[in-house]
């Protein structure tokens, strides 16, 4: 589960790395917000995968 969750997580880097190039300065506000909560979304779950036990995961 926590590979599922890390792997989650950097698809979502990519989503918000890629969405700051048409956020335009944060001056248009959808592209703003799914910047927003990609990065977010993306640090909630690289930290639960950094939570789960690695051995129990990997069984």
Not at 27 to 53: E, F, K, N, Q
């Amino acid at each position: 589960m926590a590979w599922f969750v890390l792997m989650l997580a950097g698809v979502l880097e990519v989503v918000w790395s890629l969405g700051l190039k048409y956020t335009q300065g944060f001056t248009r506000p959808v592209p703003s917000v799914i910047s927003g909560t990609a990065i977010v979304a993306s640090m909630v779950l690289l930290a639960r995968a950094a939570r789960t036990p690695w051995r129990r995961s990997l069984a």
